[in-house]
């Protein structure tokens, strides 16, 4: 039970002569397709770069409490926006249906009881997961950090510079080489969505969760604006991007329903059989009627002898028949390698790295 708080080509690099001399390699776009191997190994070289840099530490989770929740400052607005939107309530659900969402965890490999702590798989969408508390129940739902990123590096200077200067607004800019999340990017903002409402993982959806395929994203985009300082421009209105999005993240593959483990009592007394002395039970008779052969046999089968199949053992009714929910790897299409210029920084390349890091984690579904 619930416990807890109720509320194909890889891009090519011309380098040219460059590294001898001490130069950065232009890096030349192209079109990238990865297969899973691939994968691995380059998120593996990307972590290790970016682990080799001392000051390009994980930004922690701070929560929505670090945004003013409930003060009057310059997010006032939006906290008063987030207390009254869906998103809030994530956490909540888990409260207001408990059966239901207990089942699913049960299929998906999840302890009911641990479901709602931060080092679950559920509470990666469902709740805001702070730094620091991942083995307890998580109380709030979706919030600030869950679409803007992790907020310890950011929070600070992103007010710094007049706001009338947008995106150009130095704030702003230093926010987003600190773990702020560029969700005026229309790619990276539908991704941002996708990554929750569109679920393709198999092992979910055979424990019977929702797959998100028919969300309408553009409905959602405009309940989400209530809380910016602009009214949605036209141009965001679109489908194309969560499209993009959602293609990258691959199709939701037809699954079979996961079966529930067999009862414990059972399964014991299957490997432990109790002792005794009595001679085994003779198995019961079968009807004649189930032993017959079914009515639209082939004719061919008819002529010859019948065949007489030894009964199954009783205890095979018990065991569940196997599902695979093995997941199928489709080609990932990447945007081009953004170029780098001979007077980039250590730090801006290690900023270019950490993006697109983060964005394969995006497409591979992480």
Known sequence: ?????????????????????????????????????????????????????????????????????????????????????????????????????????????????????????????????VSGKENREVEEGVSCESCHGAGSGYKDPHSEGDPKLGRTRPGYVKALRLGLVELANLDQRAATCVRCHYITDQKLLAAGHPDGARFNYISGLKKVAKHWQRPPDQNELTKAPFERAMNAKGPVMAVAAAAPAAPRAAADQRANPPATNAAPAKPEKMPAAAMAPPAAAPARMAANAPMNLPAAAPEAALLPAPVETTRVMLPLTLPPFPAVSDTASLGEILLIVKRRLELLYQRTGQ
Request: glycine fraction near 8%.
């Open 1 to 129: 039970m619930i416990t807890g708080k109720n509320r194909s080509a890889r891009p090519d690099a011309a380098i040219d002569g460059d590294a001898a001399h001490g130069r950065l390699p232009q890096f030349v776009a192209a079109p990238t397709f990865f297969s899973a191997a691939e994968i691995r190994r380059a998120l593996a070289a990307l972590l290790l770069l970016v682990a080799a840099a001392p000051g390009w530490a994980q930004y922690k989770t701070l929560g929505p409490g670090s945004c003013g929740l409930g003060q009057s400052n310059c997010h006032a607005q939006q906290n008063e926006w987030w207390k009254n939107d869906a998103h809030k309530v994530t956490v909540d659900a888990f409260f207001d249906d408990p059966a239901a969402y207990e089942k699913i965890a049960k299929l998906a490999g999840v302890n009911p009881a641990d479901m709602l702590k931060g080092n679950q798989s559920c509470m990666t969408c469902h709740g805001t997961v």
